[in-house]
């Protein structure tokens, strides 16, 4: 399984690469007048409008105004979503049997389990759930 690694805040994050069209550098943002508030606006990427979503308020971490330095163009459902987040920091290969699974709380079902490394440990986003839900 491939999976991109980003940070929002302190803790780090991933999604399965199959889900990720591209990863951009922030770009002009227009807001949506009386859109709800996890829809930060639209971007056009090259001749794309797409939906621009504030993943720390889905998942529920703060962000104090912290500047977001990449977008993640994902696919869902055959439309475009993006999100913003601080940073991509990388895109790897990992065996599945590496992610461990947490128990299922309802209102953490996006959570598709943890990814404990040496070093640190990834939070495994189901970016479907999370969005479509």
Known sequence: ?????FKLGD???????AKVQS??????ITKVPKAPKHIKGLINLRG?????????????INN?????????????EDELVGITVDQVD?????????????ENDRK????????????RIVTL???DKLLLN
Do not use: R
């Open 48 to 60: 794309n409008i797409i939906s621009l979503l504030d993943i720390n308020l889905l998942l529920d």
């Open 108 to 119: 953490k079902s996006y959570i598709k389990g943890i990814i404990n490394f040496k070093d």
């Open 64 to 76: 104090d105004e912290k500047e977001q330095n990449n977008i993640i163009i994902l696919e869902m």
């Open 125 to 127: 986003i189901d970016i």
């Open 11 to 17: 803790e780090q994050f991933a999604v399965e690469t």
């Open 23 to 28: 990863i951009n550098d922030t770009m002009s």
């Open 1 to 5: 399984m491939q999976v991109v690694i």
């Open 90 to 102: 990388e895109v790897l290969d990992i065996e599945e049997n590496i992610i461990e699974k947490i």
